[in-house]
């Protein structure tokens, strides 16, 4: 009587498992298959067939209140694709957005059932730090222009990819030995990286991070000394390996800063860019209905690689309108309603927050949650926080959802980007 029992747990156990692997797999894909692909569509296609696998052998639990604020939201995303009558690629890009916190939910569900899934994720951070460092130092012979790096194909990218990944590395309490040595030369590594690239958007959002994990975590506290150093020496190193690029290098950044004769040269012309799309934005009612996913291509104002306008907010506008803004962050109200209460102070609770306080950062100054792999990340932290103990749940409002009609959506964005493909 009781070995079917056990059988039957050991196969939920190789579920949950091949969930964890599988969630690694993405998490690794996620930086090695962006490379500008417009809308990303590998990446959402790796996205999509986890999710359409996941929903299959895990039911979805959901509020009632955020499920509307969630119908509300995305009923208008649609709309605004509609509107911008070319619904097909602007869908294709909203659709990131769309099945993100089904993406938490699913992702939460996995952490909860494999609590070593976040320390795997963290070995997994610190060999993507150390693989693309290797790639780096492989193909530095045939580099002509550093500007268009050989991971990413731009060097600001290659900023904050690596950026996202060093967060993961500021705790190891919980690895054994050998793994805390392989965490602490990746994150040391990565520091270089940052330094060498010079991004100053994503070395000021890192440091919020670090910031935000020393303030919540008391292990982190402790060693805020040997971080400070450990980043100055990073900052030496990087300077012994600059290949000479004016934009590049943590000097040359805190020159362009220090000699800026006007603040749009200090933001390296973003009040100029932010100017010139709420401008566009005042034209006709795009600013109500927005121009649908990849608006501000739509709008006329993309120029070589400035395709997005660098702000978050600035980009929901022009992809939604004003009114999609409002849906949107009540969205999100309603979402994390079921978090308060929540102990940060943990170290996974710390390490989301940070993710979270480095992509709204990013976000806002540089892009960063207008590419798929950041929002991936963005998911994964949220599923942190969701599957810590100790949250408020409020059970008579929740709903299981079917995964029938999620199943059903699932395809039909996996066809629309199919065909833009």
């Known amino acids: 009587m009781h070995l079917p029992e056990l059988s039957e747990m050991n196969v939920e156990r190789r579920y949950d498992w091949l969930a964890a692997g599988l969630l690694i797999a993405l998490f690794v894909f996620s930086w090695k298959a962006t490379r500008f692909y417009g809308v990303d569509t590998p990446l959402f296609l790796a996205l999509g067939t986890f999710c359409l696998w996941r929903v299959g052998q895990s039911p979805v639990a959901i509020t009632k209140p955020a499920l509307k604020a ?30 993100l916190p089904l993406f938490a939910l699913l992702c939460a569900a996995i952490l909860r059932d494999v609590p070593a899934l976040v320390s795997l994720l963290r ?38 990819a690596v950026g996202v990944l060093v967060i993961w590395l500021y705790d190891d309490e919980q690895l054994g030995k050998v793994a805390r040595i392989v965490v602490s030369v990746a994150r040391f590594t990565g520091l270089v990286i940052l330094c060498w690239a010079g991004g100053r958007g994503v070395l000021l959002a890192l440091a919020a991070a670090i910031l935000v994990q020393i303030t919540l975590f008391a292990n982190a506290r402790r060693r805020a000394l040997v971080f400070v150093l450990e980043g100055i020496l990073a900052a030496g190193v990087s300077e012994l390996i600059s290949v000479g690029h004016a934009p590049m290098g943590l000097v040359n950044s805190l020159s362009r800063s220090v000699t800026a004769e006007t603040a749009d040269g200090l933001s390296s012309a973003r009040l100029t ?3 010139s799309t709420l401008k566009r934005l005042g034209d006709g009612m795009g ?42 962050a009540n969205f999100l109200r309603v979402a994390i309603r079921p978090l308060t209460g929540l102990n940060l102070s943990t170290s996974n ?19 960063g949650l207008y590419h798929p792999q950041f929002l991936i990340c963005v998911g994964i932290a949220f599923a942190i926080l969701l599957a810590q103990p100790g949250k408020t749940d409020v059970k008579p409002s929740t709903l299981v959802i079917s995964p029938a009609p999620m199943i059903l959506v699932i395809l039909v964005m996996l066809v629309t980007h199919l065909r833009m493909f």
């Not at 009923?75 to 869908?91: E, N």
Request: charged share 10%.
């Open 349 to 367: 609770a710390a390490l989301a927050i940070s993710i979270i306080a480095y992509s709204l950062i990013t976000g806002m100054i540089d892009g």
């Open 287 to 328: 600013l109500w209905f927005g121009w649908g996913g990849n608006g501000f291509i739509r709008m006329g104002l993309a120029r070589g690689f400035i395709f997005h306008p660098h702000n978050v907010v600035l980009q929901i506008l022009t992809d939604w309108g004003a009114v999609g803004l409002l849906l949107f």
């Open 123 to 160: 070995l997994t951070a610190a060999a993507s730090v150390i693989t693309i460092a290797l790639h780096l130092i492989i193909a530095a012979p045939d580099v002509s222009n550093w500007i268009r790096e050989p991971v990413f194909g731009h060097v600001r990218y290659l900023s904050m």
């Open 273 to 275: 860019l932010w100017s």
């Open 70 to 99: 969630y119908l509300l939201w995305a009923g208008w995303v649609i709309f605004s694709d509609f509107y911008s009558a070319q619904f097909a690629p602007a869908f294709a890009r909203d659709s990131h957005w769309l099945l």
